[in-house]
Structure formats: structure tokens, C-alpha cells
């Protein structure tokens, strides 16, 4: 039977995706832009076997449950439609990077699963088809397929809705300090969180045009190596997406104290003349964004803070390779 590995990196979003036009297809209301990490990534090695009777998918050395693994077994579900099988499939997943803490570990999971599902079943599909498959199994997986910066474009269907590369070999040294303040499962999922902000939130419509703002601001910043400006934009952008949370009806917050108080820490260096800025996904943990000399200063300071093992240190990463072809 064949075999095939992939790995896929996760990406932090500096322009971000918060809503669902279409919630099956996973179509976004808004485009989005990010940066894909070295640091943190998934390995999936997915075997299509006829003596199975179902899916088999296996996440860090324990068995899912079919309610666990559904949006596997949707992608895998595409896969054996588009290469016309019906072969049940066993899929083992080693994710490298703190599953659900708002680490974005879903995109390098459904980037990397699309790769390996759909080599070992005998397709070939070109970057742009396994942007698409990988969108179907979470949004933010959509830009995993690529290194670097990368913008998804909405799009308005399936067939328009996939990631492209904005500036995949990035020179620029820059890093982003993820602070892992919390490494337990979110309690809102990002998934639900979106949808009520969508259906809720008042300031749902100004969203959208703050992010057709800062993506039409932010390309020639990074373009031009501006890194006030691209910093500038990602924090603006993430406070304004958080804004979202706590104007849905309930409210909620992805913000623990830890966050609030890493977030004055980043203020705090900035106003001591360290140029850095923040910025959060659905859960606690801080990305801080930076520039690599200042790399020694902002690692000291957040050790000091919160632990040294809690500071991790990613840079620019690439786009999602095989490990072994079938
Ligand atoms: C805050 O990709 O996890 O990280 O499409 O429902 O699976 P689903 O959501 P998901 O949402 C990511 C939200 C975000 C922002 C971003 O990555 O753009």
C-alpha cells in the first residue's frame, strides 16, 4: 500500500481571517496575509490500505475518535472522490507545535495531511489544488502550503478561494517570539468564535473594511522591509479582530492576564526603544513580532516574566514538503 509523508509549517497571521462567507466550503469574508513559521509543524503520514474498514487517524500517538477525526475524514473524504477510491486510510500525525493553543496547529495539521492524502492516492495536485483541499479542513491551513508570506485570497467559491505566495524567500531578519502562556485547549474554538462574531458582532462590517485596508497597506511595507509599519498593522489588526470577540453577543475573550500583561511588556520595550509588537490568535498565547538583533533583549525579558521554557523563538518557514513519496 502506498505511503506517502508530508510535512506542513504553521503560520501566525499579521492580517487576519475571523469569518466564514460560506461555513461547508469554508469560504472566507475576507482575505488574509501571514507569515508560515519554522519553528512549528506537523508530520503526516497517511496509508491507504484495503484491509481497513474505516479511517484510522492517529494524533501524537493516540487513537481520535470518529467525532475527533470528522474533519480528517472529510479531507480524506475529497481525496477519495477526486482519485475515484473508496480504500479506507490510516493517518499518523506528530504535531511539533502546542496543539489548540492558539499556536495555529490545525493549519500545519490540515496543510500536511492534504499533501500526504492526496500523494498516496495516487494524485498529483499542483499548490494551488492542495491550498484549496487543505482549506476544506480549516482556513488558516489554506496558507501552510506555502512558505514565507503568504496572502489567501478570499475568493468567492471553491474553485477561487487558495492561498498564493506573497514573498516566499524571505530575507528580511525578522523572528516572532511565541509566548506559550497557556498550553491547553481553547475553550472557544475558532470555529464557533468566527461565526458568532459574523452573526453578532455590530462592528462585523467595519471589519472587513479594516482588513481590505491593512492588506492594501501592509504588502509594500514588507516589500520595503518597513518594520514600524508591518508591526504597526499586525497589532492594530489583531486588537481589532479581538474587538470582534468582545462585541458578539455573548461576549467572550481569548485573553488570560498572562496576555494582558505581555502585552504591556511589549509596550513597555517598545517605549524603552525595542521596536516590537504583538499579536494573538483564538487563544492566550502572544506572538511578538521582531526584529532578530533585538532577538537577545525581548528572549531575557519574557524568561524573566514567564519562564524561559515558555518563551519559543520562530522565524520565517517554508512551504509544506514530502518526506517520502509513495
Ligand atoms: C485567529 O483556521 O482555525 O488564527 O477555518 O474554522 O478551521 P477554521 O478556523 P481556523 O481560524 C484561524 C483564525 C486565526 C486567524 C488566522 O489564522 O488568520
Same mark, same amino acid.
Given at each position: 500500500?502506498?505511503?506517502? $509523508?508530508?510535512?506542513?509549517? !504553521?503560520?501566525? @497571521?499579521?492580517?487576519?481571517? =475571523?469569518?466564514?462567507?460560506?461555513?461547508?466550503? &469554508? &469560504?472566507?469574508?475576507?482575505?488574509?496575509?501571514?507569515?508560515?513559521?519554522?519553528?512549528?509543524?506537523?508530520?503526516?503520514?497517511? *496509508?491507504?490500505?484495503?484491509?481497513?474498514?474505516?479511517?484510522?487517524?492517529?494524533?501524537?500517538?493516540?487513537?481520535?475518535?470518529? *467525532? @475527533?477525526?470528522?474533519?480528517?475524514?472529510?479531507?480524506?473524504?475529497?481525496?477519495?472522490?477526486?482519485?475515484?477510491?473508496?480504500? +479506507?486510510?490510516?493517518? !499518523?500525525?506528530?504535531?511539533?507545535?502546542?496543539? @489548540?493553543?492558539?499556536?495555529?496547529?490545525?493549519?500545519?495539521?490540515?496543510?500536511?495531511?492534504?499533501?500526504?492524502?492526496?500523494?498516496?492516492?495516487?494524485?498529483?495536485?499542483?499548490?494551488?489544488?492542495?491550498?484549496?483541499?487543505?482549506?476544506? #479542513?480549516?482556513?488558516?491551513?489554506?496558507?501552510? &502550503?506555502?512558505? #514565507?508570506?503568504?496572502?489567501?485570497?478570499?475568493?468567492?467559491?471553491?474553485?477561487?478561494?487558495?492561498?498564493? %505566495?506573497?514573498?516566499?524567500?524571505?530575507? =528580511?531578519?525578522?523572528?516572532?517570539?511565541?509566548?506559550?502562556?497557556?498550553?491547553?485547549?481553547? /475553550?472557544?474554538?475558532?470555529?464557533?468564535?468566527?461565526?458568532?462574531?459574523? !452573526?453578532?458582532? %455590530?462592528?462585523?462590517?467595519?471589519?472587513?473594511?479594516?482588513?481590505?485596508?491593512?492588506?492594501?497597506?501592509? /504588502?509594500?511595507?514588507?516589500?520595503?522591509?518597513? +518594520? %514600524?509599519?508591518?508591526?504597526? $498593522?499586525?497589532?492594530?489588526?489583531?486588537?481589532?479582530?479581538? @474587538?470582534?470577540?468582545?462585541?458578539?453577543?455573548?461576549?467572550?475573550?481569548?485573553?488570560?492576564?498572562?496576555?494582558?500583561?505581555?502585552?504591556?511588556?511589549?509596550?513597555?520595550?517598545?517605549?524603552?526603544?525595542?521596536?516590537?509588537?504583538?499579536?494573538?490568535?483564538? #487563544?492566550?498565547?502572544?506572538?511578538?513580532?521582531?526584529?532578530?538583533?533585538?532577538?537577545?533583549?525581548?528572549?531575557?525579558?519574557?524568561?524573566?516574566?514567564?519562564?524561559?521554557?515558555?518563551?519559543?523563538?520562530?522565524?520565517?518557514?517554508?512551504?509544506?514538503?514530502?518526506?517520502?513519496? %509513495?
Amino acid at each position: 500500500m502506498p505511503t506517502s $509523508i508530508a510535512r506542513a509549517h !504553521t503560520n501566525i @497571521a499579521l492580517v487576519k481571517y =475571523w469569518g466564514k462567507a460560506d461555513t461547508d466550503l &469554508i &469560504i472566507p469574508q475576507t482575505s488574509s496575509l501571514s507569515l508560515t513559521l519554522d519553528q512549528f509543524y506537523t508530520d503526516t503520514s497517511v *496509508t491507504f490500505d484495503e484491509r481497513l474498514t474505516a479511517d484510522q487517524v492517529v494524533v501524537n500517538h493516540q487513537s481520535l475518535s470518529p *467525532t @475527533a477525526s470528522r474533519k480528517v475524514r472529510h479531507v480524506l473524504d475529497l481525496v477519495r472522490h477526486q482519485a475515484q477510491t473508496t480504500t +479506507f486510510a490510516q493517518v !499518523t500525525s506528530q504535531n511539533h507545535v502546542p496543539t @489548540a493553543a492558539g499556536l495555529a496547529s490545525s493549519a500545519s495539521a490540515f496543510a500536511a495531511l492534504a499533501a500526504a492524502a492526496s500523494r498516496a492516492a495516487g494524485l498529483t495536485l499542483d499548490r494551488t489544488a492542495l491550498s484549496r483541499l487543505a482549506r476544506r #479542513g480549516s482556513g488558516s491551513a489554506t496558507r501552510s &502550503i506555502f512558505g #514565507g508570506f503568504v496572502e489567501w485570497q478570499a475568493g468567492h467559491d471553491d474553485a477561487t478561494s487558495y492561498a498564493v %505566495p506573497f514573498q516566499e524567500h524571505v530575507t =528580511w531578519p525578522i523572528a516572532m517570539v511565541a509566548l506559550v502562556l497557556d498550553p491547553h485547549r481553547k /475553550k472557544v474554538s475558532s470555529r464557533q468564535g468566527m461565526q458568532a462574531s459574523v !452573526t453578532t458582532s %455590530p462592528y462585523y462590517p467595519a471589519w472587513r473594511q479594516v482588513v481590505a485596508q491593512d492588506l492594501a497597506a501592509i /504588502k509594500p511595507a514588507i516589500l520595503a522591509q518597513d +518594520f %514600524p509599519i508591518v508591526g504597526t $498593522i499586525l497589532e492594530s489588526n489583531a486588537m481589532r479582530m479581538h @474587538a470582534l470577540t468582545l462585541s458578539a453577543q455573548p461576549a467572550y475573550s481569548y485573553f488570560n492576564g498572562d496576555s494582558l500583561a505581555a502585552m504591556q511588556t511589549v509596550r513597555d520595550l517598545r517605549a524603552a526603544g525595542t521596536a516590537c509588537y504583538y499579536t494573538l490568535d483564538a #487563544g492566550p498565547n502572544v506572538k511578538v513580532f521582531c526584529q532578530a538583533a533585538d532577538l537577545p533583549t525581548i528572549t531575557q525579558r519574557f524568561s524573566a516574566q514567564f519562564g524561559a521554557d515558555r518563551v519559543l523563538v520562530a522565524h520565517p518557514g517554508p512551504g509544506v514538503q514530502w518526506l517520502s513519496e %509513495p
